[in-house]
């Protein structure tokens, strides 16, 4: 496979799987800060726009929900908003057209034709959850109608690295922001997994529990470990088995070494260190996405010429 179609795939994977989840992140915010007559609004958007990186508006400025809504899911110019996730999935989509199936194209298509208009005549929650739905639609494309090859391998490595890094950013607004946060069985709705957490442990509901759910359980796809072991699959089946170890291998250690202090440290010792934890998930997030890059998408190298041999 050509490396400008395998990078296209993975970051189809990412921007789909970021538009999601920036929608269900807004969602949880966007809600509390309505229902809340007491919340700190500008802390909260400041906050949130911290998380997400976004730059900092200025000290002057009013930031609020409308602002942070504006900036995070409208603007089609930052390919870190949902509008502009959507677009930037549909752009690479189109770079590897030859080898995607015509459903999922046509999906892809769709959605980026609409997203602007959508985002606009819809109310928030409404909008964010279209995105859901959209997103839905096209994982089920990719689960359901992709024969297990590279193609399929890349886009799972791409959803699951993107999965395992928003899912930290949306365990670490709850760590910042602590009581003034949407809470931990917020966090598990945002996350479609707060029936999958009862019956885990029988309606034994605590924040703990809780808050170790979405960091490890290794059954329920949206936790931290859960993603980051799917991606070490997907990056151990690119490998050919003649290949030795490189780059591939590099980012599997990364993810490897925060998914092992996930699954086997004590949850308390994890829980008291939340916000540095999830700092070093989403940097070794970064850092494997770095090593993808140099294994399977090598820069152009520049042409050199030299005299014709006579």
Not at 57 to 83: F, G, H, K, Q, Y
Not at 269 to 287: G, K
Not at 290 to 308: G, I, L
Request: glycine share 6%.
């Amino acid at each position: 496979m050509l490396s400008r179609i395998a990078e296209s795939l993975f970051w189809i994977g990412r921007y789909v799987e970021r538009a999601d989840d920036t929608a269900r992140l807004l969602d949880v915010h966007v809600q509390l800060l309505s229902e809340d007559p007491w919340a700190e609004e500008e802390f909260a958007c400041r906050s949130l726009l911290a998380i997400m990186d976004h730059p900092a508006p200025p000290s002057t400025e009013v930031v609020d929900r409308e602002l942070v809504v504006r900036l995070l899911a409208r603007d089609r110019a930052n390919p870190s908003s949902i509008a502009g996730s959507l677009v930037m999935a549909r752009e690479n989509a189109r770079r590897a057209r030859e080898i995607l199936s015509t459903e999922l194209w046509e999906t892809l298509n769709t959605t980026r034709n609409e997203v602007s208009a959508q985002s606009l005549a819809l109310l928030p929650h409404e909008f964010f959850t279209w995105v859901r739905g959209r997103a839905a639609v096209v994982a089920g494309i990719t689960d359901s109608a992709t024969s297990r090859d590279l193609t399929w391998h890349f886009m799972v490595l791409g959803r699951s690295i993107e999965r395992a890094d928003m899912t930290a950013r949306l365990v670490t607004t709850q760590a910042r922001l602590g009581p003034a946060g949407p809470g931990w069985t917020t966090l598990l709705r945002s996350c479609g997994a707060h029936e999958a957490f009862l019956r885990a442990y029988r309606g034994r509901a605590d924040d703990d529990r809780a808050a170790g759910f979405l960091l490890r359980d290794r059954l329920f796809p949206r936790s931290i470990v859960a993603a980051l072991t799917q991606a070490d699959a997907a990056l151990r089946d690119l490998e050919p088995p003649e290949a030795g170890r490189g780059a591939g291998d590099e980012a599997r250690r990364e993810l490897g070494i925060v998914r092992t202090e996930l699954e086997y440290g004590h949850l308390d010792d994890l829980l008291a260190n939340l916000p540095d934890v999830m700092e070093r998930v989403q940097l070794a997030c970064s850092r494997a996405n770095d090593a993808v890059r140099r294994r399977y998408f090598p820069s152009v190298a520049a042409t050199a010429w030299v005299k014709e041999a006579l």
